[in-house]
């Protein structure tokens, strides 16, 4: 079936640090690839995607790459920010049957 | 932008309640999802509507149901509220393989 696995948090940087969240997925065929953003108090906003292999999604300085060869899809961000502290969610599936990691909580000291 | 919106924001019921969550999308989606979030667990899905008066069954529905009148309501509803169902609740639609989310309603059973 189709199922995510995240890296367990809580994740505390400094600022200016790199992230790295890591992400594997379990699926049959090709499952589209998401990452979420949720800041407190609200819901989840997606943060980029990735819909077939070797795609990158890219989004307010974060970047994951599609590697279908290692089922992954770690989310990086060069030079992390305060504001940048939330929960991150990964997600992998097909239009019904979308499945979420336990989420990563990050965050990022000034 | 797609706007999702849910009933509220925090609730409060007694056990044995029946209590009713509602979840409107702007964007005429045909997908709409009921979730709850709990922490370690990520989000799962209670239940899931393709079309209006539509529904399939997600990872965890006892406990609940679900009504879908009009596609830009998804109404999710726990007939006999029981103090395991305190959560957060998050509703989303969907286009093609992209969902979005409400702001979600924090459920507290006493």
């Known amino acids: 079936g189709n199922s995510v696995t995240q890296m367990e948090g809580p994740v505390t940087l400094s600022e200016e640090a790199f992230l790295t969240i890591n992400c594997t997925y379990t699926a049959t065929g090709y499952p589209s690839l998401f990452w979420y953003v949720q800041y407190p108090g609200e819901g989840l906003q997606l943060l980029l995607k990735a819909t077939k292999a070797d795609d990158k999604g890219s989004n307010k300085g974060f970047e994951a790459t599609y590697r279908k060869e290692t089922t992954s899809f770690h989310l990086e961000k060069g030079s992390v920010q305060v504001s940048d502290s939330a929960v991150y969610f990964c997600?992998?599936?097909?239009?019904?049957?979308?499945?979420f990691g336990a989420g990563t909580r990050l965050t990022v000291k000034p | 932008d797609v706007k999702v919106t849910q009933s509220s924001r925090y609730l409060v019921k007694r056990t044995g309640e029946k209590v009713f969550l509602e979840c409107v999308q702007d964007?005429?989606?045909?997908?709409m999802f009921w979730y709850r979030q709990d922490p370690g667990l990520g989000l799962r899905l209670i239940y899931f509507?393709?079309?209006?008066?539509?529904?399939e069954k997600g990872d965890i529905p006892e406990g609940y149901s679900v009504s879908r009148e009009k596609k830009e309501r998804f109404s999710l509803i726990l007939e006999s509220a029981s103090t395991n169902q305190t959560s957060m609740y998050l509703c989303a639609s969907s286009l093609r393989n992209e969902q979005y989310f409400g702001p979600g309603t924090r459920l507290t059973v006493t």
């Open positions: 997600a992998s599936g097909y239009n019904n049957d979308m499945r």
């Open positions: 964007m005429d989606h045909e997908n």
């Open positions: 509507s393709y079309d209006v008066k539509m529904k």
